[in-house]
């Protein structure tokens, strides 16, 4: 009955656009919950309360849920059609992370998971929950466990098959089904993940510091940034993917097939010009469906005027002037420190003026006087 009921289970899932999806044990003893204690214990959740505020439901899948015996683990593809980091070069266009480009992946795998769960429970009567990165359950510990893949040594998962780009959603049940292998460990020496961070997120191999990570700081941060994550995050607005995109197992990754997580024309490379005249209903409207939406104009205004203020692009002062008397102070100290990393590149006599920028090759240019 056990593998019937697998079987049955891995075909509806395919059916319902899931790439993959493997079996472990909701009631096995785990590690994961002591290594999360020591994370909070150290403060690296930055400003993430709720990680402490639940960490006694984090500490294992039945804290969650008493009854629970099998964790049913699906892994969505949301791999990109490309490599994206090559798109940091250009400075006058913000970088929005992969995973953010399409619809928010928990509106799109939760309506799946739900149809999932509602055939199995049809199918054997057995208690059944769902789970999509809202709840506190530690899906990347259960994914390795199941076999989906392993947490690398940036921490998060990675797959054979998918290289870095899966979307975890779970489903618990009272119903005791057959685990799938655990996988394991692959990545030997290699520490491109790690070297790839542009603020030193990582203090040791399979350990992350939230609080020096842009993707933290742009997504869960609220407040004014310390001066070298402003620089470091060049044109990283949203998010960031260099750990995951230089890792050398994306060689086997493959582009997302579900229509609603490719990526939106407007969220590959926004010109930072239009970005920074965004007001809150504009900013509402341009997300819509989007992850991106849940943290409000504001900090994205923020994100997008650090972005502004490493950009080299002397076109952008006028729109960061006029966020200079925004009503939000974090806003207004972000645009300060654009407006005078941009302006150092004018001629004295232009920096404050308010005149357009020179042209080079135009006459009383900088460039044209000194030729």
Request: with cysteine; charged share 25%.
């Amino acid at each position: 009955m056990s593998e019937r009921l697998k079987t049955f289970i891995r075909q509806r899932a395919a059916e319902l656009g899931f790439d993959v999806c493997r079996f472990a044990s909701a009631a096995d003893a785990w590690p994961a919950g002591e290594r999360l204690r020591a994370f909070v214990g150290e403060g690296r959740h930055g400003e993430m309360a709720w990680m402490e505020t639940t960490l006694d439901r984090r500490d294992h899948p039945t804290s969650m849920w008493a009854e629970a015996k099998t964790a049913i683990v699906l892994g969505m593809n949301y791999g990109p059609q490309e490599d994206p980091l090559p798109a940091l070069a250009d400075r006058s266009a913000g970088y929005i992370s992969v995973y953010a480009r399409g619809d928010d992946y928990h509106e799109v795998i939760k309506g799946r998971l739900k149809q999932l769960a509602g055939q199995i429970a049809a199918r054997n009567g057995a208690d059944i929950k769902v789970f999509v990165d809202t709840a506190p359950l530690m899906e990347k510990p259960l994914a390795q466990r199941a076999g989906l893949g392993w947490q690398g040594k940036h921490t998060n998962l990675l797959s054979r098959t998918h290289g870095n780009w899966l979307f975890l959603g779970t489903i618990l049940t009272a119903a005791e089904l057959e685990p799938d292998p655990p996988e394991v460990e692959h990545c030997g020496r290699c520490t491109a993940c790690l070297d790839a961070c542009p603020t030193n997120a990582f203090p040791a191999p399979f350990q992350l510091d939230a609080r020096r990570c842009l993707s933290y700081l742009t997504i869960e941060f609220a407040g004014t940034w310390p001066e070298e994550f402003r620089t470091a995050t060049g044109a990283r607005i949203y998010g960031c993917d260099d750990c995951l995109g230089v890792c050398p197992w994306n060689k086997f990754a493959q582009e997302a097939r579900e229509m609603r997580l490719k990526p939106r024309e407007a969220f590959v490379a926004p010109r930072l010009d239009d970005l920074l005249r965004l007001d809150d209903a504009a900013f509402r409207a341009l997300f819509v469906k989007s992850p991106v939406k849940r943290i409000g104009r504001d900090r994205f205004i923020r994100n997008v005027l650090y972005a502004a203020g490493n950009s080299g692009d002397a076109a952008l002062i006028e729109p960061v002037r006029r966020l200079l008397d925004d009503p939000d102070p974090v806003v207004r100290d972000a645009a300060e420190w654009a407006l005078a990393r941009l302006t150092a590149l004018l001629p004295v006599a232009q920096r404050w003026g308010g005149g357009p920028p020179a042209q080079p090759g135009v006459e009383g240019s900088e460039t044209a006087s000194a030729a």
